[in-house]
C-alpha cells in the first residue's frame, strides 16, 4: 500500500490519485492512521492542484463507503430525496418534503445543522417539543411506512471518514474547493439510497457562491459524481439574492412553512417549492404535476401529513400553533428614508447579523435562541416611499450599532431593476 508520504507527494505535485491511494486517505480518517496533519496537508494539495472529475467521483465513493449505506430503495420504491447549498431564510425542505408525502411520493432526507450565514433544517425543526430527530435505518423505514416521511440527523456510522475531514477543512481553509464539498454532501446524501437526487444550488449575495458560473460549475461537479456513482440525479439553480419567504429565524420559519402547508405562503417560495418537488419526484421515477402537488396543499393533506410525521417523530402536533413559537420580545424597523427602487439586499452580510442576534450559530455548539427573527417586508425592484417598511427584526435586546448595519443591508436607487427569475438553469450530467 502506498504510504501517506508518497500519497502527499503525488497530489502536491501535481499527479492524479488512484483509487487505491484516495482509499487510504478516507481509511486513513475513518481509522486514525493518518494524522490531522497529513489529512490537512492533502486537502491543502488537494485545493491548490485541483481533483479532477474521477478523483472527486472516487473520493465521494469511498467516503461513501466508510460507513453504513441503507439501500432504502430496496424496499421503499420511487424515494425522493432533496439538498440544498443553504441560504437565508431558506425553509424549502420543510415544505417539499410533506408535499410530495401526501402525493404518495417518500421522503428520506438526512440533514444537519447551520453554520456561517446559513440555517440549517435541523435547527428550525429542534423548537419543535419532544422532536427526536436521530435516524438510523430500521427507524427510517418505520416512518416511511407510517407516513411517507422522515427528515433527521443520520447516526455517526454514516460516512465516518466525512466528520472527521469536515472539521478539518473549516479549519484549514479548504471549505470552498469545489471536488470536496462535493464528497462531504455526496457521501452522506447518498448513503440513504434514494431513486432520484435534487440538489438546490442557490446563487446570488446569500449563496455560497455568489457568482452564478461559479455556482453552476459546483452544480455540475455533484451532479456528474452522483450520477457516476449510480443515483439518477439533477440541480436546479435557486436564486438567493433576497431572503427566500418573508421571514428568517427558526421559529418563524417554522411557522411560514405551515403557512405555507396551508396555502397561503408567498409565490416566490412556493415557485422554488414546486420546482423541486416536481423534478425529485421525477427522477425517483414517479413525476408527478404542478397540479398534484397544489392539489396537495389546498385540499390540507401536505398540512396533515406534516403534523403526523411530527407526531411520529415523538414531536408535539400542539406545538405549532401555541406560545412555544413566539418571537423575541424587541422590534427593529427598517423604513425607507427617500423615495426609490429595492435594487440590491446584502442578504450573506443580513445572515451573518441574525447569526449575531443570536439566529444561527458561529461555532459547533454555540446556543440558538429561535425566537430572534426577521420579517421581510419588500422584495428586490419594489417601489417604496419614504416610511414604507422594509424589514422587521425581532431581537432580544436592541443595539444602535447593530441596527445601522440592518438598515446598511438594502439599498434603494432611482429606477427599477428586473429581480432574478427564482429558478433558474436545470443541470444535467455531462455527456
Request: aromatic share 4%.
Amino acid at each position: 500500500m502506498t504510504s501517506p508520504y508518497q500519497i502527499l507527494a503525488a497530489k502536491r505535485d501535481g499527479r492524479r490519485l488512484t483509487a487505491d491511494q484516495i482509499d487510504s486517505v478516507v481509511q486513513g480518517a475513518s481509522d486514525g492512521s493518518w494524522t490531522d496533519g497529513q489529512l490537512a496537508a492533502f486537502l491543502m494539495a488537494a485545493v491548490i492542484q485541483g481533483l479532477d472529475a474521477s478523483e472527486t467521483r472516487e473520493l465521494t465513493r469511498s467516503m461513501l463507503e466508510s460507513g453504513e449505506r441503507w439501500h432504502l430503495e430496496e424496499s421503499v420504491p420511487h424515494l425522493c430525496d432533496k439538498h440544498s447549498t443553504g441560504g437565508v431564510g431558506d425553509k424549502v425542505s420543510l415544505i417539499l418534503t410533506p408535499i410530495l408525502a401526501a402525493c404518495g411520493s417518500p421522503v428520506a432526507m438526512l440533514t444537519g445543522r447551520g453554520l456561517g450565514h446559513t440555517g440549517g433544517t435541523a435547527d428550525k425543526l429542534e423548537i419543535i417539543p419532544g422532536l427526536d430527530l436521530t435516524l438510523d435505518r430500521a427507524r427510517t423505514l418505520v416512518l416511511l411506512e407510517r407516513v411517507g416521511m422522515a427528515i433527521g440527523i443520520a447516526s455517526g456510522s454514516v460516512a465516518p471518514a466525512d466528520q472527521r475531514l469536515y472539521g478539518l477543512r473549516d479549519a484549514t481553509a479548504t471549505v470552498n474547493s469545489l471536488p470536496l464539498i462535493t464528497a462531504s454532501i455526496l457521501s452522506k446524501k447518498l448513503a440513504t439510497g434514494a431513486a432520484g437526487l435534487v440538489l438546490d444550488v442557490k446563487t446570488g449575495g446569500g449563496a455560497v457562491f455568489e457568482d452564478v458560473e461559479r455556482a453552476r460549475e459546483l452544480a455540475q461537479t455533484m451532479v456528474d459524481a452522483a450520477v457516476g456513482l449510480g443515483c439518477p440525479t439533477t440541480a436546479l439553480l435557486t436564486d438567493m439574492s433576497q431572503p427566500l419567504g418573508r421571514w428568517v429565524g427558526n421559529a418563524a420559519e417554522v411557522r411560514e412553512s405551515i403557512e405555507c402547508l396551508e396555502g397561503s405562503g408567498p409565490a416566490p417560495l412556493m415557485e422554488v417549492v414546486f420546482a423541486l418537488s416536481a423534478e425529485a419526484s421525477s427522477l425517483a421515477g414517479k413525476p408527478l404535476s404542478r397540479e398534484d402537488l397544489e392539489a396537495a396543499v389546498s385540499s390540507g393533506r401536505a398540512r396533515e401529513r406534516f403534523e403526523r410525521w411530527v407526531a411520529a417523530q415523538e414531536g408535539d402536533p400542539g406545538a405549532l400553533i401555541d406560545s412555544s413559537l413566539q418571537l423575541a420580545p424587541d422590534e427593529v424597523v427598517i423604513t425607507a428614508r427617500d423615495p426609490g427602487y429595492l435594487v440590491r439586499v446584502a442578504c450573506r452580510e443580513l445572515g451573518f447579523l441574525m447569526v449575531e442576534a443570536g439566529a444561527g450559530r458561529s461555532h459547533p455548539g454555540d446556543a440558538i435562541d429561535p425566537g430572534v427573527s426577521l420579517l421581510y417586508e419588500a422584495r428586490l425592484g419594489e417601489r417604496l416611499e419614504p416610511g414604507d417598511e422594509i424589514a422587521r427584526a425581532y431581537v432580544r435586546v436592541e443595539d444602535p450599532t447593530w441596527t445601522a448595519r440592518l438598515r446598511a443591508c438594502f439599498e434603494l436607487g432611482p429606477e427599477p431593476i428586473e429581480p432574478p427569475a427564482m429558478v433558474g438553469e436545470r443541470v444535467e450530467a455531462s455527456a
